[in-house]
């Protein structure tokens, strides 16, 4: 029984001994055995084939080097015939082992190199561009040769090494698993890019929803590399106070009174260093270093209180808030646009009153133009200005006596106020208009010019027309006056603007007259004007229809029915300024009952507001004759953007509009034109104080 045990645990310890074997036998190979199969796997190769074939035994023997026989020599006693076999099964599937095999990833299933999967494709990605490009004929040489692959049937190639033709079909597994390589490969590669592009397409969508509008470009903690401004120091320091008010605001809400007083302090300090400057170069030296002081305190401040949401309300209640300010500072300079447009200047003023105390003080027979008898001779040129302002009558007569060929056929028929007729005589009583005949006429004198046969002067002297003028609905503010204060203009008051309409009753011996406005320059001879066809018209002007908003639908009511089944809303207008009247004509069509009739209708202002363009629309409709645009070129008092090509190639420039020459808020690159008519170095314009 012992005996039976003790032989049952010998051979069980055998047993355990045997199964042990292997797995040692794999760890020594694994760790110092497994380089040498580099230069014995075509030996081991040869060697495991003599049972199959004597005679190719012998030959692969011979053809060893002799390294290779004394490796073989060294591990063959080491290795059992379990690991031999493996061997061989792998050298039988891949050929004989080589660095240049595991350089190729020819392995099996089995063997896995990791690491080397990306660099050895990248290098062969190299190599064949490289060859590609530099060497295009080696390639075209290489193609036309045939392919050998090698394999173990087949008989050797090279004299030196036992290398051997594959099977046709270990060629079409190998060829169809490169081709499903390739296959992965491309698929990945167009995986990729189609990822890309579903990237980029949705980056670009979400950009597109992104409001521009509110986002721009904005932000005080990135520098704007793209921001081509020379005055960026100024434009970031506004909108740092911008984003300071903001955050003063939130610092109260958040109770944090002592970053609020700190925001407060750098606000003060950037808004005396920015004080009025609209450039860099107007900055202070110490801007700089109260711009680096505001953006420390605005980095503290976002760190504390920074809430997009938050931040967001602030910024559009402040928007909202100067928005409305917007508003209301163009309603006050509306006001006071409008208000100093109907002003005179002291200079003016002073000229027109030592202009009269000088004219009572000269001898009645002194108070008389010369050549009297040109004033009705129907041959001549004439002309008819009524103005109460001197300095602007002189401009329009000496720049029309200076541009004309023939100045002594030329006749100027002035008509002024009460108020301004004695500096209207002496001035062009000291000043005449070399040949040309000249003539001043008191409005107040025309006897027949009466409330009984006008019906705008009955309209003025009424209560109600008083009660809108200097009563009713007086507004507290500015602001709130600039609606209406357009059509309370004092000239509306004043019978000079409405004598346009009664040229044949002034003047009854003429044929034709050229009426000019008194804020018009003269820049060519207007002779040519008296030879123009009118075709049976009254009224030859310039049009002005170029512009939606210069059309009958702008100046009118159309919503009254008598104004509706008369005229047409798109029907051009026109302009007063320059407008050559044939009073034969208007005479034969009765154009002043025409006037009277429809002023008689717009008694309550419902037809039109108060002026002389819109009646003359209507009085002059389908009686207009339309000029050449060169003859009068309009908006020098309003439009900044006027071609100067056409302003000097106009033959009248108009400054129609609330900045006039003679005013102060004038356009500057305009006031040239009106300034080269002018004699500042008169005795009475520099008592006045009056220059350029």
Known sequence: MALKRGSSGLGSQRNRSTGSSFPIVILIFCSFLAPLIFFVGRGLYTSTSIDHND???????QGLDWRERLALQQIK????????????????????????????????????????????????????????????????????????????????????HSQFLDSPAKLARRQLRERRREKRAADLLKRDDDVNVKLENAAIERSKSVDSSVLGKYSIWRKENDNENTDSTVRLMRDQMIMARVYISIATTKKKPDLAHELQTRLKESQRALGDAGSDADLTRSAHEKMKAMGQVLSKAREQLYDCKLVTTKLRAMLQSADEQVRSLKRQSTFLSQLAAKTIPNGI?????????????????????????????????????????????????????????????????LVSDKLNFAAMNMWFLLNPPGKATIH?????????????????????????????????????????????????????????????????????KLNKILFLDDDIVVQKDLTGLWSVDLHGKVNGAVETCGQS????????????????????????????????????????????????????????????????????????????????????????????????????????????????????????????????????????????????
Not at 371 to 378: A, C, D, I, K, Q
Not at 383 to 392: E, H, I, K, R
Not at 609 to 636: A, C, N, Q, R
């Open 55 to 61: 005679s190719s035994t012998t030959s692969s023997k």
């Open 77 to 160: 006693p080491l290795l059992t015939k379990e690991v031999i076999d493996v061997i061989k099964a792998s050298t039988e599937d891949l050929g004989p082992l080589s660095l240049d095999s595991f350089r190729k990833n020819n392995l099996s299933a089995s063997w896995k190199f990791v690491g080397q999967e990306i660099e050895a494709k990248k290098s062969a990605t190299d190599a064949e561009v490289w060859v590609k490009v530099n060497k295009p004929n080696q390639i075209a040489a290489a193609d036309s040769k045939p392919k050998i692959t090698r394999g173990k049937h087949d008989g050797p190639v090279d004299g030196d």
């Open 349 to 413: 003023h002073c000229l027109s009153m030592r202009l009269t105390i000088d004219y009572y003080l000269l001898p009645p027979e002194k108070r008389k133009f010369p050549r009297s008898e040109n004033l009705e001779n129907p041959d001549l040129f004439h002309y008819a200005l009524f103005s109460d302002n001197v300095l602007a009558a002189s401009v329009v007569v000496n720049s029309t006596i200076v541009n004309a060929k023939e100045p002594e056929k030329h006749v100027f028929h």
């Open 440 to 508: 001043v006429e008191n409005v107040d004198e025309f006897k027949w010019l009466n409330s009984s046969y006008c019906p705008v002067l009955r309209q003025l002297e009424s209560a109600a027309m008083k009660e809108y003028y200097f009563k009713a609905a007086h507004p507290n503010t500015l602001s709130a006056g600039s609606s209406n204060l357009k059509y309370r203009n004092p000239k509306y008051l004043s019978m000079l603007n409405h004598l346009r309409f009664y040229l044949p009753q002034v003047y009854p």
């Open 549 to 692: 908003f210069h059309r009958f639908d702008k100046y009118l009511n159309f919503s009254n029915p008598h104004i509706a089944r008369n005229f047409d809303p798109n029907a051009c207008g026109w302009a007063y300024g320059m407008n050559m009247f044939d009073l034969k004509e208007w005479k034969k069509r009765d154009i002043t009952g025409i006037y009277h009739k429809w002023q008689n209708m717009n008694e309550d202002r419902v037809l039109w507001k108060l002026g002389t363009l819109p009646p003359g629309l209507i009085t002059f409709y389908g009686l207009t004759h339309p000029l050449e645009k060169s003859w009068h070129v309009l908006g020098l008092g309003y439009n900044p953007s006027i071609d100067r090509a056409d302003i000097e190639n106009a033959a009248v420039v108009h400054y129609n509009g609330n900045m006039k020459p003679w005013l102060e808020l004038a356009m500057t690159k305009y006031r040239p034109y009106w300034t080269k008519y002018i004699k500042f170095d008169h005795p009475y314009m520099r008592s006045c104080k009056l220059s350029e």
